[in-house]
């Protein structure tokens, strides 16, 4: 797909925001979805969504929810860092196919990384096993600081 189009509610992100598709959930308010990637490129692996916006890519998103969801993933990335103390984060957001998207739902990763070991490739990785994805999630839940762990 390429950096233009009409948003897809059928996509899968779209699905996981309705409860229609199952995701391990990291935290979540009124706005904002936090939940681990299934394919993860490193343990720890998290996706920041928007529940109510329906930008594809930060191209077509509302100011408005840039800015919440750049403090959702601030806040995340140091969950990650206080439960997993990495020595590094990345934090990605691809625009379009060409670019390495996958799904047309805009999201941030939240990516740890530790001295000497590879990060793993973007889209190429094999599925995580749900139990250890669980704990992880259970594990930045409960550095989080603010009333959304629940
Ligand atoms: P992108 O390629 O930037 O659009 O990122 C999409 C991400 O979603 C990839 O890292 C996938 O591993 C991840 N992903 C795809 N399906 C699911 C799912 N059902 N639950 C969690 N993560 C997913």
Known sequence: MSLDGAYDDGNIFAKIVRGEM????VWEDD???????VFPQAKGHVL?????SKARNLLDAEAKTI???????QKTARAVKAALKPD??????????????TVFHLHFHIIPRWDGVPLGRHGE????DM???????DQIA?????PERS
Request: proline residues 2%; contains cysteine.
């Open 67 to 73: 800015g919440r969801l750049i403090g959702a993933v």
């Open 48 to 52: 920041v969504i928007s529940k109510t």
């Open 22 to 25: 199952p995701c391990v959930k």
């Open 142 to 146: 409960g550095a989080l600081d603010g």
């Open 125 to 128: 990785g094999g599925m995580a």
């Open 131 to 137: 139990g250890e994805l669980k704990a992880l999630a």
């Open 88 to 101: 590094g984060l990345v934090v990605t957001q691809f625009n379009g196919s060409t670019a390495g998207q």
């Open 31 to 37: 706005q904002i979805l936090a939940f681990m990637d």
